[in-house]
């Protein structure tokens, strides 16, 4: 968690920080002036609560605490793409290609498009005003994960059929999101694996690519 809040505070894009989990352990690790908020178990209840600490009206960065190789200069990044289109939710997506040439050995979850090979990146930037229209939305999807019978109901049986033989381009899933959920949604690709490394419980290999790389970083 020090790594991903360190990285945060050093990115010139962002303001007032808050960290969500246990009070106790956190405050006794982390600085002084951030704010903590409760876990409150659901992820969506989690963001929520933390808006609502915040007080944010601007556009919300929403980083998972797992992937302790961030640094600010990719914070930035992310953020400088996100401003090129304006949207109302953005999320990162890294292509394979990039994994593969820097930690190719990285046990990561997959999915195949016309425009290539992609995984899912763990920032997201969005506007606080449709976190209400949208938070029953993601809870179904988080759901439905791996329930394809439930993902077609949200996104329709053409949509997932085309998804799972890789006939589905970028640009047909953001037109679906967006015509499902009523909000401008975005992806961000970026060729950075720090966005995407984390730290699984189930996947020992990427925490020992972690450590690796972050004692080179301290060697160096």
Do not use: H
Request: with cysteine.
């Amino acid at each position: 968690v020090g790594y991903v809040v360190q990285a945060v505070r050093e990115a010139r894009g962002v303001g007032r920080v808050a960290v969500v989990g246990p009070p106790g352990p956190l405050r006794a690790v982390l600085p002084r002036d951030l704010t903590v908020v409760p876990d409150n178990g659901s992820i969506m209840e989690n963001v929520t609560r933390a808006v609502q600490e915040l007080g944010a009206s601007a556009l919300t960065l929403v980083v998972a605490s797992d992937i302790p190789l961030l640094t600010g200069a990719v914070v930035d990044e992310f953020l400088t793409a996100c401003a090129r289109t304006p949207a109302d939710f953005y999320y990162a997506v890294v292509p394979k290609d990039a994994m593969d040439r820097q930690f190719p050995t990285a046990q990561k979850t997959y999915v195949t498009l016309t425009d290539g090979t992609f995984c899912g990146g763990s920032l997201m930037l969005f506007n606080p005003k449709v976190i209400d229209r949208v938070r029953p939305f993601v809870e179904r999807v988080l759901a439905a994960r791996k329930k394809p019978w439930l993902l077609a109901q949200l996104f329709g049986w053409a949509i997932v059929l085309r998804f799972a033989s890789g006939r589905l381009s970028i640009a047909e899933m953001v037109a679906r999101a967006t015509e499902v959920v009523g909000i401008d949604v975005m992806p961000v690709i970026l060729p950075r694996p720090e966005l995407a490394l984390d730290v699984d419980v189930g996947k020992p290999e990427n925490l020992a690519l972690i450590r690796a790389a972050l004692q080179q970083q301290r060697d160096s």
